[in-house]
């Protein structure tokens, strides 16, 4: 078993920054990768960012990129993902989500262990 627990989340304006931390025990040596998916009220959960745990490799949606960043410290087993310029559309509870096997990253039923998610405003 693998405990995620999120952190970071907030109210923030738009333009502004936040930088969300997923902490990870138990059995974390068979994690191939984190994810972080996120779900606004009435929507769909969705894909925001991965990483491949060993070789540190980032997947990012589209209307992210090159405004969130992921990354990992692997010595506090803890994935972080810095949020830069955030709009109001960023507004959901954010997941974060750890699978032990290769494959589709952004397919969130593939992942084995969820945390119970932060919450991210972002106000206008």
């Known amino acids: 078993q693998v405990q995620l627990v999120e952190s970071g989340g907030g109210l923030v304006q738009a333009g502004g920054s936040l930088r969300l931390s997923c902490a990870a025990s138990g059995r974390t040596g068979s994690t191939y990768a984190v994810g972080w998916f996120r779900q606004a009220p009435g929507k769909d959960r969705e894909f925001v960012s991965a990483?491949?745990?060993?070789?540190?490799?980032?997947y990012y949606r589209d209307s992210v990129k090159g405004r969130f960043t992921i990354s990992g410290d692997k010595s506090k087993n803890t994935v972080y993902l810095q949020m830069n310029s955030l709009k109001p559309d960023d507004t959901a509870i954010y997941y974060c989500a750890a699978r032990s096997a290769w494959g589709d990253l952004r397919v969130a039923n593939q992942y084995d262990y969820w945390g119970r998610g932060t919450q991210v405003t972002v106000s206008s």
């Open positions: 990483i491949v745990w060993s070789g540190s490799s980032t």
